[in-house]
């Protein structure tokens, strides 16, 4: 489980359909170490705090696994890292193999997974086609979120080491396929709504 690329970039304007959107998706990979803070990463910044950033959405992690099946769904796009709007492009880190309270420590820095990405409509500015959304959310391949519990520096190249594993069982990908309601699944849906997962120890 590795870090292969930090990725920071603040709000900015731009125009889809006839509108000017400000908008925090366009992320660039950086060099140098970078402070980790409650709310997002030094020098990274969301336009629309109503739904996107906050404590539980402070760090958004995009396996780069899933980048080869981006590249063969969308071959006319040069897919650079930071992309989807990620904070973190890692490696060894699935949606269906971690659980929601699952805790790591990278560089001086300790988080815990809270939720998948649901995406909105900026998806689709980013990447120029108003289908992205739905064809996102279509492949499950969500990315998620940390919470900061400790904050501190993480660069390139820092590798990722387990400190808890939740045992609540619900997974990322559970609560994606509860999101777009894939299929009934009563038992699912009742441990969910059970989940407290505690952010202090």
Known sequence: ???????????????????????GIFKEPVGNRVMVR???????GQADLTVHGGLDKAVYVYPFEHYDYWRSEL???????????ENFTTTGLKEDELNIG?????GTVEL????????CYKLGIRFGQADMVKRFLASRRTGFYFRVLQEGEVGTGDILEPVSRDDNNITVADI????VREH??????????????????
């Open 75 to 85: 071959p006319d796009i040069e897919l650079t890292l930071g992309m989807f709007g």
């Open 102 to 106: 699952d805790r790591f420590q990278i």
């Open 1 to 23: 489980m590795k870090l292969i690329s930090v990725n920071v970039g603040l709000p900015r304007e731009v125009e889809w359909k006839g509108k000017i959107i400000s908008t």
């Open 112 to 119: 815990m997974v809270t939720q998948p990405r649901l995406p």
């Open 176 to 179: 994606t396929q509860l999101y």
């Open 184 to 201: 009934d699944n009563p038992e699912l849906l009742h441990r969910a709504a059970q989940l407290d997962v505690q952010p202090l120890k």
């Open 38 to 44: 409650a709310l997002n990463l030094d020098g990274d």
